[in-house]
């Protein structure tokens, strides 16, 4: 997919980022003395302190499906929440883009079907995904175009619904540490709200040169594994080959972040909020050093401490609190005019073992004085 900017005319914006991790009735946390304990089950090396795990993941908190809790209940909790603080209801959305990471895609069509049952609507009108990391650069790519080519949609909302939990193993290190249930919603409408200029997302091959070992990136294993409860079970999990997914992960970040400054024209003295996808403290810590390198006046956010790696919800959980993230990061409030970078990189789900995918957005925050957007809250954007 090539680079694109939308004209004048017909400019997407977004507004009203939510996201449901407060909802204790949805999630329970996992400590850091809990990944400790994880990570050494089935008699493996794990973690050997809570501070090794805080070191090591940039993370103190993380969420998993409380007890009873399905997937779609997320779903359709964030998808409430969305269409309450908008004044939407489900049906005033011409499409819902649906993302769902996992090993299967069947969950994502199989989630999106059950949403339009309980709201009633139309077959095809929640559309899934099973895109990773990038889900939401992707998400937003794909209804940028729905919105340019078809004169008819009106307005779009994004689900990022994501429970890693239910396709990973518990007592894998590499994962039980940084991974957390999540799920945010977004509006996407012509002419309203934060404008987009640029949007970008597209799967990149990994060639042999770029790989320390042969190994693949990712692959699928199944059988016997430990859910975050610490219980047995048999299913398919993801596997990583770290090094390379680390290495890789950082430099397709820092490439998206080139061409995003290269694709605008970026004023002297202007305000750049870069808004990184979160995978782990390492990998954040090293990309924004790197980052920083090239960009030094760039203010760069990180979320991880409370929230984890939520894949593909991570960036837009990080919009529904902008104002308080930055806070957190020691920035000055928001104002309007500011430039927004988005970037993500990780797991290509359809080519997995050979490919990334990656990409990065370019908005502009809008004040609330303007005719443009209003913004109601935090979490409020219109």
């Not at 009203?16 to 994880?38: G, P």
Request: aromatic share 6%.
């Amino acid at each position: 997919m090539h680079e694109s900017a939308v004209g004048q005319e017909s400019t997407p914006g977004l507004s009203y980022f939510v996201d449901v991790f407060d909802r204790v009735d949805l999630f329970d946390r996992i400590d850091n003395q809990t990944v400790v304990r994880l990570s050494c089950l089935g008699q493996k090396s794990g973690f050997a302190s809570v501070e090794s795990v805080q070191k090591s993941t940039g993370i103190a908190v993380r969420r998993m499906l409380k007890s009873g809790v399905q997937s779609v209940d997320v779903a359709t909790a964030v998808f409430d929440k969305l269409c309450r603080v908008s004044a939407y209801a489900p049906a005033d959305f011409s499409v819902v883009l649906l993302c769902h990471s996992g090993v299967d895609d069947e969950c994502a069509a199989q989630m999106a079907s059950a949403v339009e049952r309980h709201y009633q609507l139309s077959p095809q009108t929640v559309r899934p995904y099973n895109f990773g990391c990038s889900g939401f650069l992707k998400l937003l790519q794909e209804g940028t175009l729905l919105l340019a080519d078809r004169r008819n949609m009106k307005r779009i909302a994004l689900l990022n619904v994501e429970t890693p939990e239910t396709w990973h193993d518990g007592s894998d290190r590499l994962f039980c540490g940084i991974v957390s249930a999540g799920a945010t919603g977004v509006v996407l409408e012509r002419n309203l709200g934060m404008p987009i200029s640029v949007i970008r997302a597209d799967d990149f091959a990994i060639s042999p040169s770029l790989r320390p070992n042969p190994d693949p990136l990712f692959r699928k294993e199944t059988g016997p594994v430990y859910t975050f409860r610490g219980d047995t079970i048999s299913r398919t999990v993801m596997r990583m080959n770290a090094e390379t997914v680390f290495l890789n992960g950082i430099e397709l970040m820092l490439n998206n972040l080139r061409s995003a400054v290269a694709s605008i024209d970026l004023q002297p003295g202007q305000r750049v909020i870069v808004i990184p996808h979160q995978p782990s403290g390492k990998l954040l810590k090293a990309l924004i050093a790197a980052a920083r390198l090239e960009y030094p006046s760039f203010e760069f956010l990180n979320n991880l401490n409370n929230f984890g790696n939520t894949i593909s919800a991570a960036v837009p959980t990080i919009m529904a609190r902008l104002p308080q993230v930055i806070e957190q990061n020691g920035g000055q409030p928001i104002r309007h005019g500011d430039l927004i970078i988005l970037l993500a990189a990780g797991i290509c789900m359809h080519e997995i073992a050979n490919h990334m995918s990656a990409g990065h957005a370019c908005l502009e925050w809008v004040s609330a004085e303007t005719s443009v957007a209003r913004i109601e809250s935090v979490v409020m954007m219109r």
